[in-house]
């Protein structure tokens, strides 16, 4: 079971930082990954970190985004920085095993998305 957290409104330039709590399974054992899907479109890719530590990044973010994990907490965080209005977004996260990590299909398990608006 994933259980995301930490959306909100913030002001365009502020940060905020998500979580999803893994329960069940080895978390250890799972990559990670964070989409997300504004009103209107299509879910997207966002980042992602397997299990061994490798990192993935979708152009939009990368450089504002930062998506890290800690075992011990069975959890995976998504700092995000410099959020602009077009990353108003309900964001999910996922687990799976194997596979590719860019693309929401193949994904395990999903956690129910946390909302996050950005104002001008």
């Known amino acids: 079971q994933l259980q995301a957290y930490g959306g909100g409104l913030v002001q365009a330039g502020g940060s905020l930082r998500l979580s999803c709590a893994v329960s069940g399974g080895t978390f250890s054992s799972y990559s990670m990954g964070w989409f997300r899907q504004a009103p209107g479109k299509e879910r997207e890719f966002v980042a992602a970190?397997?299990?061994?530590?490798?990192?993935y990044y979708a152009d939009s973010v990368k450089g504002r985004f930062t998506i890290s994990r800690d075992n011990a907490e069975n959890t995976v965080y998504l700092q995000m920085n410099s959020l602009k209005p077009e990353d108003t977004a309900v964001y999910y996260c996922?687990?799976?095993?194997?596979?590719?990590?860019?693309?929401?299909?193949?994904?395990?398990?999903w956690g129910q998305g946390t909302l996050v608006t950005v104002s001008s």
């Open positions: 970190i397997s299990w061994s530590g490798r990192i």
């Open positions: 996922a687990a799976r095993y194997y596979g590719a990590l860019t693309t929401q299909y193949g994904y395990d398990y």
